[in-house]
């Protein structure tokens, strides 16, 4: 970031693009990126896009156009796009005047992510992950340290007493992740089951509360019916 653009990115930030108080972790990634501090910005916005308690969309579009402007000055004019497109989604009409006096450039990118948003699919539309893609570009992922969307999960259980019956069994489920990322109530399926009753309400209930990033057809968030398979089995030793 050169130093003749950090008087307009002051006036920019300080002014907020939605919402009328910033949050602290907005308003701290705001010090972030004026002092150029851009690792520990994207850091402090990844936690607003990512996380469960910040998905009211003010927020979160506040978050993807400073996400945008961090990626820009590290050079990743994709990356940019991408958070752009991710605000442009939740608020088509967003402006954001200050932009281009801030650099052409970041605010020609805004409106190529406006127009690429423009033109992709509603995000109403349910494509399918199950059990390959179909249509999607980029699949849901996981956000925190989960398997894979189509993968075997193993997981031990406590070894059983002496002629108890071990816990085990496997499962196939199905569930719809929505544009935030969320899995949507109601469009759980369990295709089938050898699981006990206990364990299989406690893998639905980790399914139920899993956060992926959504998965995206030209650049938009889209509603995708996604697959998990689930192994159960006693530890041995």
């Not at 469960?52 to 050079?75: E, K, M, T």
């Not at 109530?185 to 980790?206: K, Y």
């Amino acid at each position: 970031m050169t130093p003749r653009l950090l008087p307009l990115l002051g006036c920019l930030l300080t002014v907020p693009l939605a919402a009328q108080h910033a949050d602290d972790a907005l308003a701290q990634a705001r010090v972030q990126l004026q002092t150029n501090h851009l690792d520990s910005a994207a850091a402090l916005l990844r936690r607003i896009t990512d996380s469960a308690a910040w998905n009211d969309s003010l927020r979160r579009i506040n978050a993807f156009v400073l996400l945008g402007i961090v990626r820009y000055y590290q050079g990743d004019d994709s990356a940019t796009r991408a958070a752009f497109s991710e605000a442009l989604t939740l608020n088509p009409v967003l402006t954001v005047p200050q932009l281009a006096q801030l650099d052409s450039v970041v605010a020609a990118l805004l409106e190529s992510a406006r127009v690429a948003v423009a033109s992709a699919p509603s995000p109403d539309t349910l494509y399918s992950c199950s059990p390959h893609c179909v249509g999607v570009d980029v699949a849901p992922q996981p956000i925190e340290s989960d398997p894979t969307m189509v993968s075997r999960i193993v997981i031990s259980t406590a070894a059983p007493a002496p002629g108890a019956d071990p816990m085990h069994g496997s499962a196939l489920l199905r569930a719809i992740v929505d544009t935030l990322g969320r899995v949507e109530p109601g469009s759980v399926e369990v295709v089938h089951s050898t699981l006990p009753q206990e364990l299989l309400d406690a893998v639905l209930q980790s399914l139920m509360i899993a956060r992926y990033h959504p998965g995206r057809v030209r650049g938009r968030a889209v509603r995708v019916l996604i697959e998990r398979r689930v192994d159960i089995r006693p530890r041995t030793h």
